[in-house]
């Protein structure tokens, strides 16, 4: 994962708050598989829909990026990777 060094390299953040960011991604990540667990066995939740549309909002929010500047920035995109990759990994 190159956030953290991004973090580190470019923002100047000790490596040890650098290796938050990954532990917010791995916290909402784990939280989102169990909430898309139950999501997908409502008959009414098209799976294919669920799937499609966090594979999208994760691409979308890694285009973002190389614009993330702060590491308050880098913590948000840490919680929204990790929530929708979860939410990935879960609906196939």
């Known amino acids: 994962m190159y956030v953290t060094q991004k973090a580190k390299l470019e923002l100047g953040v000790a490596a040890g708050k650098a290796s938050l960011i990954l532990s917010v991604l791995g916290a909402c990540s784990t939280v989102s598989r169990i909430v898309t667990g139950r999501l997908a066995d409502h008959p009414r939740i098209d799976c294919i829909v669920l799937h499609n549309g966090a594979a999208i909002i994760a691409g979308v929010a890694t285009c973002f990026v190389p614009m993330l500047n702060s590491y308050f920035l880098l913590m948000i995109y840490g919680g929204v990777f990790g929530t929708f990759t979860g ?6």
């Open 87 to 92: 939410a990935l990994l879960c609906a196939r």
